[in-house]
């Protein structure tokens, strides 16, 4: 049976960090050039918090789907001390504190 709906495949899938979750909100820096970026927190996969690295499927520029990137995540598990850091020069270039849990 046909319902009408057109399933649409991502154009491109671009990597992402998570830095922050404020509210309703997460905070992703996006692409090579680490591009910030607010999304729904309903619309990134369960499992993500902040360190977390994502793939983010994009058509005409926006995102349709955002997944974990495992791939990334087993070839190059980062050590905390290596995570705390990158977003401690968040914090320092944005000016927002990232606090965990939040």
Same mark, same amino acid.
Do not use: K, N
């Given at each position: 049976?046909?319902? !009408?709906?057109?399933?649409?495949? *991502?154009?491109?899938?671009? *990597? ?14 996006? !692409? ?11 619309i990134l996969p369960?499992?993500a918090e902040p ?11 926006? *995102? ?12 190059? *598990? ?6 705390l850091a990158r ?16």
């Amino acid at each position: 049976m046909d319902h !009408g709906f057109e399933v649409i495949a *991502p154009q491109c899938f671009v *990597p992402g960090l998570v830095v922050a979750f404020e509210g309703a909100m997460a905070t992703v820096l996006v !692409g090579v050039e680490q591009e910030r970026w607010d999304f729904p927190r309903e619309i990134l996969p369960m499992a993500a918090e902040p360190g977390s690295l994502l793939l983010i499927g994009l058509v005409d520029g926006r *995102p349709i789907r955002v997944e974990i990137d495992v791939d990334a995540e087993a070839v190059q *598990p980062r050590a905390v001390d290596d995570r705390l850091a990158r977003l401690g020069r968040y914090e320092r270039l944005t000016g927002h504190e990232v606090v965990a849990g939040s």
